[in-house]
């Protein structure tokens, strides 16, 4: 890879970056109040869809972190951009919560378990049977099956709990039908991401916890990629992946002075 332009643009994972476990990480503040007074733009990326914009503001404002609801990015929105785009005004039957309903109303989605084109799995605190085997039924009867997000396990206090990818992967064994994930790392969610904050590639970076998600969807979309060790991946783990990010810091705290 050629010589970088500057960073102008900042894409952040969420959970493992700036949080970890419902707490901030240290530096995480400067970070965020440094990009903003410097003029640059930053974009907070997540594949949670269990929030909207506006939720995940707030809380991240309760635990010290300003980030305003018009820069964060879930994977809920890019899930409803991609389901307008695809076919606008269409219908599904969506399990998840109020961060993917409220997306895809927003576009003007009609939600229905009547015949519906899509069946649109998200994430949510309790996953019911009854969902689950009405979206199986949906799905053989030929509706398309959408995902959120890839994500096998999510983070609680308490320990890891089953999220997206994992529900997605019983369903599939029930229909033989794979799901389309638009989340990271799929790079639809990354281009959208660029767009929103009208960057270009040669001069945005992506800061992750993750390899398989964070990094390697940052660099098929051709950005700087930053892996912090404060989430999911070890340093000791990056050489079994066979890409590796451009750079490998501790945390987002080590990054103030890449803020021009």
Known sequence: ?????????????????????GRPVPGADVFISRVIASG???????????YTPRDLSARLAAIGLNVPAEAIWTSALATAKFLNDQR????????????????????????TDLAPEYVVLGET???????????????????????TN??????????????CGAVAAMITKA????????????PLMMRSAIRRVDGHSESTAMIGDRMDTDVVAGMEAGLETILVLSGVTRREE???????????VDSIADLLDLIE
């Open 40 to 50: 640059k733009r930053l974009l907070v990326l997540t594949n949670n869809s269990i």
């Open 88 to 111: 606008p005004h269409g219908t599904a039957y969506v399990i998840g919560e109020a961060g993917l309903t409220t997306a895809l109303h927003e576009v003007g989605y009609v939600l």
């Open 125 to 147: 605190r309790n996953y019911s049977f009854d969902q689950i085997t009405r979206a199986v039924r949906l799905i053989e009867a030929g509706a398309r099956f959408i995902c």
């Open 150 to 163: 890839p994500d096998p396990i999510g983070p609680s206090p308490q320990g890891s709990l089953p999220a």
């Open 175 to 186: 229909t033989g039908v794979e799901p389309y994930f638009v989340g990271k790392p799929n």
């Open 1 to 21: 890879m050629g010589e970088r332009k500057p960073i102008e643009c900042w894409l952040s994972d969420m959970d493992g970056v700036l949080m970890h476990e």
């Open 238 to 248: 990056v050489n079994r992946f066979p890409y590796r990010p451009n750079r490998i």
